[in-house]
């Protein structure tokens, strides 16, 4: 800081004993530093140095001041370092779609290990589904989220969101693959016996709305023999979802973990021989890769999701 500059022409002369030497350190004209050294002893009414014949030297009142502005000056830079840090700190706010439960995301480490790589960084959630992530995504309402999918697919034309149009401007990465297991209520298990789609169809299900995972993929399941879901609720959260399951009002989708966990700890029913396959993914928009929020989100998430599939 420029009101520093007498200081550092005292300090540096202190330590050089020579005008010409500090002029040279701290690149400046042998004039200008003799004319700070003035205005300080004059400012302070003291005499700072002595002549000598093999140049300057501290005075008595030289020496005491000296570790005073060593001092000053250490703090000055340290003052300059901070102001500088923050013009290089990542500061904004990054909004995130999440779907499902937090857990199975590994939310918590995501989060935690970026605001300590950005601290600055001020992090928006927004629960809803993939569909709805998705389209939040894409229309810039949401900066990153994650998204399920059949393996291989991402946010593509299969995803049959958007009928005729794909989602180019988005990007993707996956994080995991799972199955969804067809799940009813405990004492169902004749009823699943017969585990072709069209007798499934026939039975109670529990469905979801169209920009949902389950939607998509009960729905491709269901394609090739032409059945339609016998729908005798609609829910949009999965934990409403297996309450109705557990309640015997009909079928359902549910994660491999949760099925295998509802049907030790509930004794739902789990129809054998069934497993869709999905892909948790992490979507963002191609345009916004470099955008210094995404790019942090992206550098965590290979942290939180070092081994990927494929």
Not at 66 to 92: D, N, V
Not at 231 to 241: F, L, N, W
């Amino acid at each position: 800081m420029q009101e520093y500059a007498t200081l550092r022409a005292f300090v540096a002369v202190a330590r050089t004993g020579s005008v010409s030497r500090a002029a040279e350190q701290l690149h400046l004209t042998q004039p200008a530093i003799s004319l700070k050294l003035k205005q300080l002893q004059a400012n302070l009414g003291l005499t700072l140095f002595s002549r000598r014949p093999q140049g300057l030297a501290l005075t008595a009142d030289g020496h005491a001041l000296l570790p005073a502005a060593e001092k000053a000056l250490a703090s000055a830079q340290a003052f300059e370092q901070t102001a500088g840090t923050l013009h290089s700190t990542l500061r904004g706010k990054l909004s995130i779609g999440t779907i499902v439960d937090p857990e199975f995301l590994r939310l918590g480490a995501f989060l935690s290990r970026l605001m300590a790589r950005v601290p600055q960084l001020e992090t928006e959630l927004h629960h809803g589904m993939s569909g709805s992530v998705l389209n939040r995504i894409e229309q810039g309402n949401l900066d990153v989220g994650f998204y399920l999918a059949p393996p291989g697919e991402g946010p593509g034309l299969a995803s049959g969101l958007t009928p005729g149009k794909g989602h180019e401007a988005l990007a993707w990465r996956e994080l995991t693959h799972f199955h969804y297991h067809v799940v009813a209520p405990a004492g169902w298990e004749n009823r699943l016996i017969d585990t072709r789609w069209e007798h499934l169809a026939t039975l109670p299900w529990i469905v979801t709305p169209q920009n949902s995972a389950h939607h998509r993929l009960l729905k491709q399941a269901l394609g090739p023999s032409g059945a339609v879901p016998n729908r005798v609720a609609q829910v949009d959260q999965e934990a409403c979802m297996l309450d109705l399951v557990r309640a015997g009002v009909g079928l359902s989708l549910a994660r491999d973990a949760l099925a295998m966990t509802e049907r030790q700890e509930s004794g739902l029913a789990v129809a054998d021989n069934i497993r869709l396959p999905c892909a948790l993914s992490f979507i963002w928009r191609h345009e916004s890769a470099n955008e210094p929020p995404v790019n942090a989100a992206l550098s965590t998430l290979d942290e939180v999701w070092p081994h990927r599939p494929g």
